[in-house]
Structure formats: structure tokens, C-alpha cells
T-cell receptor, first 109, second 118 residues
Framework: GIQVEQSPPDLILQEGANSTLRCNFSDSVNNLQWFHQNPWGQLINLFYIPSGTKQNGRLSATTVATERYSLLYISSSQTTDSGVYFCAVAPAAGNKLTFGGGTRVLVKP | GAVVSQHPSWVICKSGTSVKIECRSLDFQATTMFWYRQFPKQSLMLMATSNEGSKATYEQGVEKDKFLINHASLTLSTLTVTSAHPEDSSFYIC??????????????FGPGTRLTVL
């Protein structure tokens, strides 16, 4: 099956800092989603981005499908950005999501 | 965005009992829903795909007789953990797939159900 790797596994930021999270995947995809899992376990949809670039407030994402990677940018980080960020992809011929291992982010005040 | 609910949010049961978890798509119809399992500090692992009006398809290594899935309507899928044992304790999360043109295959997730088996 498709492999998904996220880096870094852990990230500690000072409030106000910028950061980049990376997601590499091993095959062509028809779906790529970024999620933020809050402390209560709820997965919040951040981006649906199988290709291209999107922005939503302080967050933006870019997927380069031909090179099989996606980046999530967090600018001017806030303590509420803390949590685990997951990338998940579905292969070109299917609809089942495979999750990466996640990046655990801690933003310190 | 689309809203998915789950009930209950947490449950504690004795070993040997069965537990049913409901997953509902509140503002859209979902022909396909998914069930995931997440252990502490780990990622989500897909357990099964729930298809409205037909049998669920299970991932390799998931016991279909242990985890019964029913998708009787376009807005409701249920997962029943039968004869639960302590090793079934986990966080169970469902999702529903939308098929809108601008977000084909996008999945939205429920808030999860934390199961503890004593």
C-alpha cells in the first residue's frame, strides 16, 4: 500500500515563530488532507489539497503531486496551534485514507 | 464544512459485554463511511469501510466477527464491538466521505469514542 511519512515527528516553537511541516508519499494520490488533532482527539480538517496551494488565515499548504510531497506552513504560531498535525492520502485508484505518523507541535508562550 | 457526530463520546464496560458506537453525518448524505482506531500517541489505523446497503469491507487483520458494522441509511453507520476485552480499549473514530465536485473524496471526522474495557 501507499506509504506516508511526516517530518519532523516533534516540533517545539516559541509563540510567534513560523514553521514548516512536511508530508512525503510513495504513490500518485487523488486526495491529500491535512488535519489538526486537538487535545480531546477531534480531527479538524485544515486543507483538502491533492495538488496546488491553498491558504486559510495563518495556515497555508502546498502539494507538489509530481514530486509526491506536501508542505504545511504555520505562520505567527499561537499556543492554540499546539497538538498533532496529520497528513493523510488516498491513492489515485481508491478512496481509503492512509495516515502519516503525525507531527506533534508544542507552541510555548 | 460537513459535520459528523459520534455517540457515545466515551464508554466504560465490563469484559465480555458488547458496545455499540453510532456515527452520523448531520448535514449531508454519506454512501461511504470509515472506521478508524487510534492507540495513545499513535496515528490512526483504518479498520473498515462501511458502505450503505452492503457489507462492510475490513482491513487485513481486523476481525469482522469482532467488529460488526452496519450502514443501514445514508446518514448512519454503527460499529459494535462484540465480547469486548481489555485489549479492545482504544479511541474509535469514524469519518464520512463527501462527493462534491470541489472536494471529491474528502473525509470529515467524528469526535471519536473512547472505549475502556475493564
Amino acid at each position: 500500500g501507499i506509504q506516508v511519512e511526516q517530518s519532523p515527528p516533534d516540533l517545539i516553537l516559541q509563540e510567534g515563530a513560523n514553521s514548516t511541516l512536511r508530508c512525503n508519499f510513495s504513490d500518485s494520490v487523488n486526495n491529500l488532507q491535512w488535519f489538526h488533532q486537538n487535545p480531546w482527539g477531534q480531527l479538524i480538517n485544515l486543507f483538502y489539497i491533492p495538488s496546488g496551494t491553498k491558504q486559510n488565515g495563518r495556515l497555508s499548504a502546498t502539494t507538489v503531486a509530481t514530486e509526491r510531497y506536501s508542505l504545511l506552513y504555520i505562520s505567527s504560531s499561537q499556543t492554540t496551534d499546539s497538538g498533532v498535525y496529520f497528513c493523510a492520502v488516498a491513492p489515485a485508484a481508491g478512496n481509503k485514507l492512509t495516515f502519516g505518523g503525525g507531527t506533534r507541535v508544542l507552541v510555548k508562550p | 464544512g460537513a459535520v459528523v457526530s459520534q455517540h457515545p463520546s466515551w464508554v466504560i464496560c465490563k469484559s465480555g459485554t458488547s458496545v455499540k458506537i453510532e456515527c452520523r453525518s448531520l448535514d449531508f448524505q454519506a454512501t461511504t463511511m470509515f472506521w478508524y482506531r487510534q492507540f495513545p500517541k499513535q496515528s490512526l489505523m483504518l479498520m473498515a469501510t462501511s458502505n450503505e446497503g452492503s457489507k462492510a469491507t475490513y482491513e487485513q487483520g481486523v476481525e469482522k466477527d469482532k467488529f460488526l458494522i452496519n450502514h443501514a441509511s445514508l446518514t448512519l453507520s454503527t460499529l459494535t464491538v462484540t465480547s469486548a476485552h481489555p485489549e479492545d480499549s482504544s479511541f474509535y473514530i469514524c469519518s464520512a466521505r463527501v462527493t462534491a465536485a470541489n472536494s471529491y473524496n474528502e473525509q470529515f471526522f467524528g469526535p471519536g469514542t473512547r472505549l475502556t474495557v475493564l
